[in-house]
């Protein structure tokens, strides 16, 4: 069964989302594993000599939460995307208004997640930016990362990855945005009452004239 193309498009869109949550949960994973499992983001560093070190971190859970709700809608996206194509494929299925109304549910919690998750990273990141280059060893946050950190290894490409998990994490909420008018419209067009044909709409004309064929106009 082929989906209407409204429904296509919301299919396309989830897959950029899983893209930019996969990318974002992957970014922020990796970072804080750099930092031996602290999480950076609202971070305090530290001049150890001509070192820079994170002394202190947040909560790993911070990190956790926002690489997880990432990674979580990712895969709910992903499943959603592989679901639909089977259905389309194999089975005659069809969404229904309730389940259209739980997708317009499950895309609000996401949108709220989404911009909590990205403005945690921005202003995570600036926070320890701040904090580094107030010590002024450096001019930018992004050549921090050419300092050598303490412990040796430590904060890899830290602020290449954070940048990259938080643009990631504003165009999945532009997506999710997108997602939610998408599905507003289709329950919207799916609710709309239609009105049963009447002897003057010319479709009643056209079926009437297919099954009695043509009706002679008197003069």
């Known amino acids: 069964m082929a989906l209407p193309w409204l429904q296509r498009v919301e299919l396309a869109l989830f897959a ?4 930019c949550g996969a990318v974002a949960a992957a970014a922020l994973t990796r970072t804080q594993g750099s930092f031996s499992g602290r999480c950076p983001l609202y971070g305090v560093a530290t ?55 739980i997708a317009l549910a499950i895309s609000a919690i996401a949108i709220f997640l989404v911009l909590v998750s990205a403005c945690i990273l921005r202003f995570g990141t600036r926070s320890l930016c701040n904090s580094i280059i107030s010590l002024n060893s450096t001019i930018s946050c992004s050549e921090a990362q050419k300092i050598p950190w303490r412990p ?12 990259s998990a938080e643009t990631s994490s504003w165009v999945n909420l532009v997506l999710w945005c997108v997602v939610l008018v998408l599905q507003v419209v289709q329950w919207k067009s799916e ?18 004239d297919a099954l009695v064929g043509p009706r002679l106009s008197h003069s």
């Open 16 to 19: 950029a989302t899983f893209l």
């Open 191 to 208: 609710a709309t009452p239609h009105r049963p044909l009447e002897r003057g709409d010319p479709e009643w004309s056209s079926e009437t």
């Open 47 to 101: 001049l150890n000599g001509s070192s820079l070190a994170l002394s202190h971190p947040s909560a790993p859970s911070l990190c956790y939460f926002v690489a997880g709700a990432s990674g979580l809608l990712a895969l709910y996206c992903l499943l959603l995307l592989l679901f639909w194509i089977y259905s389309s494929c194999i089975e005659d299925s069809h969404r229904g208004s309730i389940g259209l109304r």
């Open 152 to 163: 040796p290894g430590t904060a890899l490409q830290f602020y290449s990855n954070l940048h």
